[in-house]
Every structure is written in structure tokens, then in C-alpha cells.
């Protein structure tokens, strides 16, 4: 019988495992043995803080990121096909949402693998449900290209979505160009436009602002190096 692929979420923000996930969580990590992971470090952290009794360097720990090819997903996964199960553990948030986690379960399906998502913060769905845009039809970009020119058709091109088909627009960017962002969307978008800043999802300082363009204008938060969802729309 071959093992089941469990997809953990982690943290957004240090500290906040308590608050923001469930125990099945912890009970899950406390059981596993074998994680594919995107980060070897922040794992292991993350593993001993929510299930201290493990014993990290009797783990196996295969990371598989952004580079990995389908070769290295396969071999990896040769194990759960044995009938081991697995955890994949994300950088941050849950694993498969804007995350090399989702190769590993289009992978796991194509193989006959149970996958099985647990409950856990996600930062998309938060800005979401905080912005008060239209939560009933969204569409997320990732990250915009980082060229201006073709940075601003994008912009201009997610704003004529949003406001002709009255579909919330979601993006984000590498935290250290968080306010060259800023500063393009209030410059190439129109005034009336509603844009929503999300920043630092569930820590202490986070924030939620949803207001026009016009509003922003000279009120724009500090949050450079600071993990961010845009939102534009209606």
C-alpha cells in the first residue's frame, strides 16, 4: 500500500504557531518521519518548534525547491510510493499555493499518492477575506515581471480585469521592492481604483488597508523587506 503526502502549513510569522495553527498540525509533524521540503533550515526549525520530541537528525529531509526537475520530485517520492508517508513543509503559509509544494501533489496524483492539505494560514486567502473586495471571483498573479516597462502593461492589463469583469486582482513582490511596487501602482493606476495593502499577516504589526488610489497617495506604509499581497478591484 503506498504512504499518504500530508501538506503542512508553517507560520507567516515568527512565534504565532499557537494562534494560528491547528493541533492536528503538531500531531502530524510529531508522526512523520520523511519531509520534502523547500528550505532544509527553516524546516527543521519549524518541525522542532511545533513537535519538540523529534529528534531532527534521525530525519529524512529532501528538499525539493523552485529548481528541482520532475526526475528529482519522482526519486523523492519513490518512498511515499513504497508506502512511507511524507510531509511537505513550504517556506512560509501553505504548501502548493504559489509554492514548489504544488509539483510535489501534481506528482503525487499522477503516481496514485494520497494527498491530504491540513488546515493552516494561507497569506493569499487572508488579504483576501480582509480586503472587502469580491472574494466570489480572484484571480492570483504571482509575481509581477520586474522589468518597469512591462511591470507597468501588467499593472494596467490587471486593472482593466478587475474593474471590467469585477474580479479582485492578487499579486506579490520580493519584499526589498515592496515600495518601487508602491510607488507604480499609485502612479499608472486610477484614482477610483480600490487597492488593498496587506502586509505582515498575522504578526503583531500586521496590516490591512484596503482604500482608492487617491486615498493612498501620501499615506503609504513603511513596509519595505516586509512579506506583502497586493490587491486591486472595485
Not at 141 to 163: M, S
Request: charged fraction near 20%.
Amino acid at each position: 500500500m503506498k504512504g499518504t503526502l500530508y501538506l503542512i502549513p508553517t507560520v507567516l510569522a515568527d512565534d504565532t504557531a499557537a494562534q494560528v495553527l491547528p493541533a492536528q498540525v503538531a500531531t502530524q509533524v510529531a508522526a512523520l518521519s520523511y519531509f520534502l521540503v523547500e528550505n532544509a533550515r527553516t524546516a527543521r526549525r519549524f518541525i522542532k518548534s511545533v513537535a519538540p520530541a523529534q529528534v531532527i537528525e534521525s530525519l529524512r529531509i529532501s528538499v525539493i525547491d523552485k529548481d528541482s526537475t520532475e526526475a528529482q520530485i519522482q526519486e523523492a517520492l519513490k518512498a511515499v510510493v513504497a508506502g512511507q508517508d511524507a510531509g511537505v513543509i513550504s517556506e512560509a503559509g501553505c504548501p502548493g499555493v504559489a509554492d514548489p509544494g504544488a509539483e510535489v501533489a501534481r506528482l503525487a496524483h499522477k503516481l496514485g499518492i494520497k494527498v491530504v492539505p491540513l488546515v493552516g494560514p494561507s497569506s493569499l486567502l487572508l488579504a483576501l477575506m480582509g480586503s472587502g473586495m469580491n472574494g466570489q471571483s480572484f484571480a492570483f498573479h504571482g509575481y509581477l515581471p520586474i522589468e518597469r516597462a512591462q511591470r507597468i502593461a501588467a499593472i494596467k492589463a490587471l486593472e482593466k480585469q478587475a474593474l471590467s469583469q469585477h474580479q479582485t486582482q492578487l499579486f506579490i513582490e520580493t519584499p526589498y521592492r515592496n515600495m518601487q511596487m508602491l510607488d507604480d501602482l499609485l502612479t499608472q493606476l486610477n484614482p477610483s481604483t480600490r487597492l488593498c495593502i496587506a502586509a505582515n499577516l498575522t504578526a503583531p504589526d500586521e496590516l490591512v488597508r484596503t482604500d482608492t488610489v487617491a486615498n493612498w497617495k501620501g499615506k503609504l506604509p513603511q513596509i519595505h523587506k516586509q512579506p506583502a499581497v497586493f490587491l486591486i478591484g472595485r
